[in-house]
Every structure is written in C-alpha cells, then in structure tokens.
C-alpha cells in the first residue's frame, strides 16, 4: 500500500473506527491518518492525527480535509431525530464538497448499511443484491442510510468523484453476539426478546442463559445477516485502493446469513445452552456477497461457528465494561 495515503476517519472512535486505524497503523506502509472526532478522541501518534469538532460544522469538515486523499467514512446516528439530519445530510454534503475540489483527493468509502435496504422487514424471495431497491423500515436510522448513499452517488454523477459504499449488516466483536441473544436487561441491540415473551418467562430465560431461536413470519427459523469488525476491516483495507471498487457498491457480510436454528442447535451441542422458540413478525433476508468475493477478492472469515466461538469464549478485561445502550 502507498504510505503517502492520509485518510480520514469519521466516527473514529466507535467499534469499526478503532479496529480499522489499528489495522491500518499496524501496517508500517498504511500512510497516516486524521481522526475526526467530537465526544470522545484517541490518543495522538506519529501517523495518527487528531481534529475535534461537529461533523454538521463546515469549517471543521475543511479542516478535517485538508490535504487528504482518501475518507472512511462511519460517522452515523441511530434512532436520535435531533442528531440525524446534521450528521447523514449536512456532514456527509460539507465533506463531500470539500472532497470533490482537493486536488490530492482519491477516493471517498462509505460504510453503509442494511437498514436502508429493509433490513428483515420485509419479505424476500430470493438473495438480495447491490441492484436492489432502496427499501427504509419505519424510523430515521433507516432513511439516513438511504440518504447517505443517495448522495453519494449523486456526487460520483454531478463531479465523477471516486467513491464506494461497502453496505454491512450488524457489525459484531468481542461479546456482542452472545448479548445481543440475551432475555435480560444486559441484551444488546433488539428485537428486545424480554418484551416479546411474559415478564416471568425471560426472567426465567435469562437465569437458564437460554438463546431465542427467532422465528419469522411464517413460524420458521429467522436467517438474519451479520459482519465482524474483523472481515469489514479487511474490506475497507481492500476497497481503499482497488480499481474495481470505483463508484460501487458492496454488501459486506457472512457468506450465508446466520440461522437462528443452526445457531441454537450448535450452542445446545458445543456448550449445553438451551434455547427458546420466539415468534416474530420478521423475514429472513440473506445478502448476497457475491460481488465482493467477484470483484475485490474479499472473503468473509467468519461463518456461524466461528462468530459464535469468538463471542462466547469472549472474556472482557476489567476496564473494558459492556456498553449496552443501543438505541435502535
């Protein structure tokens, strides 16, 4: 990789963020990297800089981007309607027309979402692909992906500006998975399953340590699609610099959606966990990532096992506690 590279990093210090500038700093030809950060910074290095302020500030998005060429951008809110439109409209335009005029500019990576293609809201009845409708559920999370690419792709028409959307799923690491599979208040993430079954049959749940096996719509094992920050990481670091990632779009996930029932039946035979049925009004979706593996030579590392062995056998050190608000 050319270590001339200064990359700009929104939303640097959430989970994606961090483990990508570690991947990258660990890489002695990585090139530098600024961290746009607001609430929380990292720690300045060498090869890592640090510009404070608001994404939705104009004169911060100019700073942030002076003399850069490449952007990785993560900075995004969940369901905060006060926040959103400030972060996924007014941010994302400051950056990109700052980004349109550099002449050091290469190229600006999106990381996308699920959401804004229905997420498992609505029914399927085959793999979804990149030529796919945009589809929000209910909610401002959902449209703000959509928003995002949009204008995105607005500006590679409009300015022929070098971009790529690497479209993930749920992004897990360390224990998520196993938290977010929880009937007690110390889930992560939802559906909230201690509010889909009576009060004193999650509490009963969570003591057993039981999983739910979500079921969709139509009663059977709901297939749902996840990432690790490990495998995202490796397609962002792919996708930086590759000729084929030019003003396109990638669904960046496991090669096959997590099964509900494969899950439970694996956690029953490896660990002795139990498992309880829960319906829902939800649809299996499976994203297709074909092209990814076509076109970048990306691969996922992590299948079923392997994202449910790291989650499980994962032990938090004593100052790395469990963040579990999640709203959205």
């Known amino acids: ?194 509010e889909m079954v009576p009060a004193d049959e999650a509490a009963r749940h969570a003591a057993a340590g039981a999983v739910p096996i979500l079921l969709d719509a139509d009663g059977a094992p709901l297939k749902r699609n996840f990432v690790h920050v490990d495998d995202l990481a490796s397609a962002i670091l792919v996708a930086l610099d590759h000729p084929a990632a030019r003003r396109q779009t990638f669904h960046v996930c496991m090669d096959e959606p997590l099964d509900y029932g494969a899950m439970a039946a694996y956690l029953a035979e490896s660990r002795g966990v139990p498992s309880v049925p829960v319906a829902s009004p939800f649809h299996s979706v499976w994203l297709d990532n074909a092209k990814a593996r076509l076109r970048l030579g990306w691969r996922p590392a992590y299948d079923l096992k392997r994202m449910v062995d790291s989650a499980w056998d994962h032990v938090r050190a004593a100052g790395d506690p469990r963040r579990v608000w999640y709203p959205g």
Not at 61 to 83: F, N, Q, W
Request: glycine fraction near 10%; aromatic fraction near 10%.
């Open 1 to 194: 990789m050319p270590d001339d590279r200064l990359i700009l990093v929104t939303g640097a210090t959430g989970k994606v963020g961090r483990h990508f500038i570690g991947r990258l700093l660990a890489d002695p030809d990585g090139g530098r990297v600024r961290a746009l950060c607001h609430n929380r910074v990292l720690d300045e290095s060498a090869r890592l800089e640090v510009v404070r302020g608001s994404i939705a500030d104009r004169e911060v998005a100019r700073r942030a981007m002076t003399g850069v060429s490449h952007v990785v951008h993560l900075a995004t809110c969940k369901e905060t309607p006060e926040d959103v439109m400030d972060v996924t409209v007014r941010g994302l335009f400051w950056l990109l027309e700052e980004a349109r005029t550099a002449p050091s500019f290469s190229r600006f990576l999106l990381i996308g979402g699920d959401a804004g293609i229905g997420h498992f809201f609505y029914r399927r009845e085959a793999p979804v692909t990149e030529d796919g409708p945009f589809m929000a559920y209910p909610g401002c999370y959902a449209l703000s992906k959509v928003l995002e690419e949009v204008m995105l792709e607005q500006f590679g028409i409009q300015y022929d500006l070098d971009h790529c959307c690497l479209r993930a799923p749920w992004i897990m690491e360390k224990d998520d998975l196993r938290f977010a599979h929880s009937f007690g208040a110390d889930q992560f993430g939802g559906p909230l399953y201690r």
